[in-house]
């Protein structure tokens, strides 16, 4: 838990010690998944977001045995790689991107790409304030490997049919919901507006992950607010699998509620 909730980060040790009893589920760190949707279109079937790919150990040993399995995934759900119209990013940090790139050849040969248009600004800047980022070779690589089938987009924009961009940037500059409309129904994919049931209840807490705290906070409020008010189905990419489920006020504040599983 500390790994993720920090004091520099505007987490005080003693309100995480606090917040961990009151939840009563007796663990210290986050159950962290990586949760990607699949998204029929009329256009084709798209991905929103793609993992870590396979192969990865930049987590340590623990980490590389349980990622990389998205592709037996689509394979399982009849939507092979090669058949991918459209990979969406919610923004381009290494576990939503090299899903898409680890092999060094696009993972989705036709796919066009989707990242905003913020995002792509930032990764590709040459700044020395990037350079020791963990994130940025393979941003740069997958903006690299897209070339031409990247395509950038604002807020508030269909980008494909039914699936809508939604303003959440702070944890990266470009950072996005997602919305999807179908036949009356709608799915939020919040991405990293959290990571954590505990953030939820405590939306100004960040982690060291967001480039922006102060927009950080602003956005996952917002979001926070309309996924309680509008009562939306929500997907939050890092809760435990299948990350599903519904945020409610309570008080001044939210909790998270994850959907049932049939």
């Known amino acids: 838990m500390a790994e993720f909730f920090r004091p520099e980060c505007g987490v005080p040790s003693q309100e995480l010690r606090d917040a961990v009893a009151i939840e009563g589920l007796g663990r210290t760190t986050c159950a962290c998944g990586y949760n990607c949707v699949l998204v029929e279109t009329p256009a084709g079937m798209a991905i929103i977001d793609t993992g870590l790919g396979a192969r990865f150990l930049g987590y340590g040993p623990r ?22 119209a459209a990979v969406v990013f919610t923004h381009l940090h290494q576990d939503h991107a090299r ?93 990293d507006s959290f990571y954590d049931p505990l953030q939820v209840s405590h ?15 602003v956005s996952r409020e917002t979001v926070l607010a309309r996924a309680a008010d509008e009562q939306l189905l929500v997907h939050a990419y890092h809760m435990p699998f299948p990350g599903l489920g519904h945020v409610e006020r309570e008080g001044d504040t939210y909790q998270w509620v994850p959907a049932r599983r049939e």
Do not use: K
């Open 203 to 217: 939306p100004r807490w960040c982690t060291p992950w967001d480039n922006d705290p102060a927009r950080a906070i």
């Open 63 to 84: 980490i590389e045995p349980l990622v990389g399995r998205l592709g037996d995934r689509l394979v399982t759900a009849n939507a092979p790689v090669s058949e991918l």
């Open 99 to 191: 899903g898409a790139i680890w092999s060094g050849n696009l993972t989705f040969p036709s796919a066009l790409g989707f990242a905003h248009a913020a995002e792509i600004a930032f990764w590709s800047a040459d700044s020395e304030s990037q350079s020791d980022d963990p994130h940025r070779a393979e941003a740069n690589e997958a903006l690299r490997l897209f070339g031409t089938q990247m395509r950038s987009f604002d807020y508030e924009t269909e980008i494909l049919p039914g699936i809508h961009t939604v303003a959440a940037a702070g944890h990266t500059p470009g950072h996005t919901a997602i919305l999807l409309e179908s036949q009356g129904e709608r799915l939020l994919c919040v991405g």
